[in-house]
Structure formats: structure tokens, C-alpha cells
Nanobody
């Protein structure tokens, strides 16, 4: 069994910051590929940022230079993997439901999502 849970969403003013956390737990490898996706009503879920291994990262063009994905390496030895998404200089168009995905042994596991609202 693998569980994926996100936290850290909320309401923030334009220009503000938020940090999202995602924890994957269960029968998982030490550094699984994980990613953050955003979905807004009426649109498809889109990749915001991903991390593979310890430090290989990728970002959507719209968030480069503002968002940072990172992995908590201290969690690797205790049956879970934690990744963060640091979001700075937030814009209204960054709003949506943020989902975390973990790819574990070829299968994708999704969290329930966390809402991010950017508004003054």
C-alpha cells in the first residue's frame, strides 16, 4: 500500500509565498520520482514541477525562477519520501488545486490535492 498526502495550501496575496509538502509512505523506494501538478476548473491537470532521484528537477516555464521543488533526504530511511514545493512571487494564475504524484515501481499514486488561492 502506498499513500500520498499533500499539505500547505491556503490563501495568499499576490507576491506572497507558500510551501507545499507531499509525503509518500508505504512500500516505496528511497527516492521515487515525484511531481506537483496543478488543476483549475475546466482545464486538464498540468505539471508544475518534478523531481527524480536526489536532485534532478524540471519545471513548467511559467514557474521557473519562482518555484523550487526539493526532497527531504532525511526521510529516505524511514519508509517515506517527502518533497516540498516552495512557491514565491505568487500570481493569481498560480491558483488551483495542487496534486502530488509519486511514481512507485511503475505505478502512479496521487494525493487528494490541496487548494491554493492567490487573491488580494
Amino acid at each position: 500500500q502506498v499513500q500520498v498526502v499533500e499539505s500547505g495550501g491556503g490563501l495568499v496575496q499576490p507576491g506572497g509565498s507558500l510551501r507545499l509538502s507531499c509525503t509518500a509512505s508505504g512500500r516505496i523506494p528511497s527516492s521515487p520520482g515525484m511531481g506537483w501538478f496543478r488543476q483549475v476548473t475546466g482545464k486538464e491537470r498540468e505539471l508544475v514541477a518534478g523531481i527524480a532521484g536526489l536532485r534532478t528537477t524540471q519545471y513548467a516555464e511559467s514557474v521557473k525562477g519562482r518555484f523550487t521543488i526539493s526532497r527531504d533526504n532525511a526521510s529516505r530511511d524511514v519508509g517515506k519520501s517527502v518533497v516540498y514545493l516552495q512557491m514565491n512571487s505568487l500570481k493569481p494564475e498560480d491558483a488551483g488545486v495542487y496534486y502530488c504524484k509519486a511514481r512507485i515501481y511503475g505505478s502512479d499514486f496521487w494525493g487528494p490535492g490541496t487548494q491554493v488561492t492567490v487573491s488580494s
